[in-house]
């Protein structure tokens, strides 16, 4: 059984930093892309940064700049490091990635994890 679990949210002022992991556990063949999603109170699910496995990166505009995707394929992880942290970041923040059980391509499927709570405030 796959599962991803994150760690590293809390509270945080502004202006702060905070970095999140998301270790990937089970048996599985292998990871491709990772990510980091966030949903706050009575909005939708938006994506925050993702990683393919060749270590490409994409981030919403909202962060550019200000948070770091990065990852550790010999730790089936995925790291976001956040700097300036701003109130409007606060969410909590969930992990993806698509991760195959065999060989076959037809094998990917999209994982998440619990999610953890980022909450930005004086």
């Known amino acids: 059984q796959v599962q991803l679990a994150e760690s590293g949210g809390g509270l945080v002022q502004p202006g702060g930093s905070l970095r999140l992991s998301c270790a990937a556990s089970g048996n599985f063949f292998s990871i491709n892309a990772m990510g980091w999603y966030r949903q706050a109170p009575g909005k939708e699910r938006e994506l925050v940064a993702d990683i393919t496995s060749g270590s490409n990166t994409n981030y919403a505009d909202s962060v550019k700049g200000r948070f770091t995707i990065s990852r550790d394929n010999a730790k089936n992880t995925v790291y976001l490091q956040m700097n300036s942290l701003k109130p409007e970041d606060t969410s909590v923040y969930y992990c993806?990635?698509?991760?195959?059980?065999?060989?076959?391509?037809?094998?990917?499927?999209?994982?998440w994890g619990k999610g953890t709570l980022v909450t930005v405030s004086s």
């Open positions: 993806n990635a698509i991760i195959y059980s065999s060989s076959n391509w037809l094998s990917g499927m999209h994982y």
